[in-house]
């Protein structure tokens, strides 16, 4: 279900709810652990998803740094690729989180622009079991990707997926602040 629909320069910017792992794009965008081995909520479902040849793969890469971005292939899933980014886990935000959050937002859209993806989804990196504030991550999520079209012309556009409304309503919210600055 589409909650919101922005155009913004080149791209279309899109909330929607549903399960990312169902979407047919050039990337879904991964809320990984620092293995990149599989974890619950998102990681678990996309790595379910793709098959046991995603974590084979994602063996190779020895892990990731929290605010950084690895891109694999998508194998069973619709999306072509999969970028996994390494959310930071919510410590009062007096860690530095807020940056490490932008970071992963914006090393994804570097690597779409390094890989000339025209479409990728990202999830509410680091809302679940890390904790960070929904609306606080709605915000940095929008502002940040809208700031890294910039690096990545070739993205077309780009999806917020959201499992839940409550989430979606957050993101609908920043997409209609910056996107109305932006447009």
């Not at 937002?105 to 570097?110: D, L, Q, S």
């Not at 910039?150 to 919210?173: I, T, Y």
Request: aromatic residues 4%; proline residues 3%.
């Amino acid at each position: 279900m589409t909650v919101l629909s922005r155009r913004i320069g080149g791209a279309e910017l899109d909330v929607v709810v549903a399960d990312i792992t169902t979407l047919s794009v050039d990337a879904i965008v991964n809320a990984a652990n620092t293995s990149l081995l599989g974890g619950g909520g998102v990681d678990g479902a996309i790595h379910r998803a793709a098959g046991p040849e995603l974590v084979a793969e994602c063996r190779m890469l020895h892990g990731c740094k929290t605010g950084d971005a690895k891109i694999t292939k998508g194998y069973r899933l619709k999306a072509t690729h999969v970028i996994h980014t390494v959310g930071p886990v919510w410590n009062g935000g007096t860690l530095g989180e807020d940056d490490l959050l932008a970071s992963c937002y914006r090393r994804a859209m570097e690597l779409c622009g390094k890989h000339e993806l025209t479409s990728v989804v990202f999830p509410a990196i680091s809302t679940g079991i890390f904790r960070f504030p929904a609306d606080r991550a709605a915000d940095i999520a929008v502002r940040t990707t809208i700031e890294g079209l910039a690096a990545a012309p070739s993205v077309a556009r780009v999806v917020f997926c959201c499992f839940a409304e409550p989430s979606a309503k957050l993101h609908a919210e920043a997409l209609a602040r910056y996107g109305s600055s932006c447009a």
